[in-house]
T-cell receptor, first 115, second 114 residues
Framework: KAGVTQTPRYLIKTRGQQVTLSCSPI?????VSWYQQTPGQGLQFLFE???????NKGNFPGRFSGRQFSNSRSEMNVSTLELGDSALYLC??????????????FGPGTRLTVL | AQSVTQLDSQVPVFEEAPVELRCNYS??????LFWYVQYPNQGLQLLLK??????LVKGINGFEAEFNKSQTSFHLRKPSVHISDTAEYFC????????????FGGGTRVLVKP
């Protein structure tokens, strides 16, 4: 089974632009979560989508948004980029949502650099 | 709300020596606990998890961890490290009602020296 794939792997943007990152979960997985990893703030939860609905959201400004499609693929969008948005963005997929634990499998990440 | 503290940001260790990475958490609810490893330019790989039951958890690559509820700790150990264990290690917690949301510690960078 193919793992979680993220595209693109590397991206360079300038301040004020917007960016869209893509995540394809493991086949059969219906939940996708996004995390931001920076040297200063570490790994922080952005949001989770399950069956095309946002189930949970972290403490990020409204410039960060996401969506999930019917095939469970997910995209996240960052508008009006700031230098501080430079980070590794990780996507994780799991079989299901719900309140019980579901093992999450992480993709390799998209490294975004904002100049 | 949950939080995770990894007490050491960097741990240098010689090859074949033991290593312990410390993790403490705080939570107002029952938790699930995890250790992940991240190799350079890669995502996170699950090493082991504590969901319930035995407090001593064995994972992949010879790692194990012990859940100590009274000390709210979940320390990771390996009796003999290899050069290939050089990586960053993250402790994470999920509340039992929090679904898939993980709260991570700041990470511990392990450098194995020959």
């Amino acid at each position: 089974k193919a793992g979680v794939t993220q595209t693109p792997r590397y991206l360079i943007k300038t301040r004020g632009q917007q960016v869209t990152l893509s995540c394809s979960p493991i086949s059969g997985h219906r939940s996708v979560s996004w995390y931001q990893q920076t040297p200063g703030q570490g790994l922080q939860f952005l949001f989770e989508y399950f069956s095309e609905t946002q189930r949970n959201k972290g403490n990020f400004p409204g410039r960060f948004s996401g969506r999930q499609f019917s095939n469970s693929r997910s995209e996240m969008n960052v508008s009006t980029l700031e230098l501080g948005d430079s980070a590794l963005y990780l996507c994780a997929s799991s079989l299901a949502g719900g309140t019980n634990y579901n093992e999450q499998f992480f993709g390799p990440g998209t490294r975004l650099t904002v100049l | 709300a949950q939080s995770v503290t990894q007490l050491d940001s960097q741990v240098p260790v010689f090859e074949e020596a033991p290593v312990e990475l410390r993790c403490n958490y705080s939570s107002s609810v029952s938790v699930y606990l995890f250790w992940y490893v991240q190799y350079p330019n890669q995502g996170l790989q699950l090493l082991l998890k504590y969901l319930s039951g035995s407090t001593l958890v064995k994972g992949i690559n010879g790692f194990e961890a012990e859940f100590n509820k009274s000390q709210t700790s979940f320390h990771l150990r390996k009796p003999s490290v290899h050069i290939s264990d050089t990586a960053e290690y993250f402790c994470a917690v999920s509340g039992k009602a929090a679904g898939n949301k993980l709260t991570f510690g700041g990470g511990t960078r392990v450098l194995v020296k020959p």
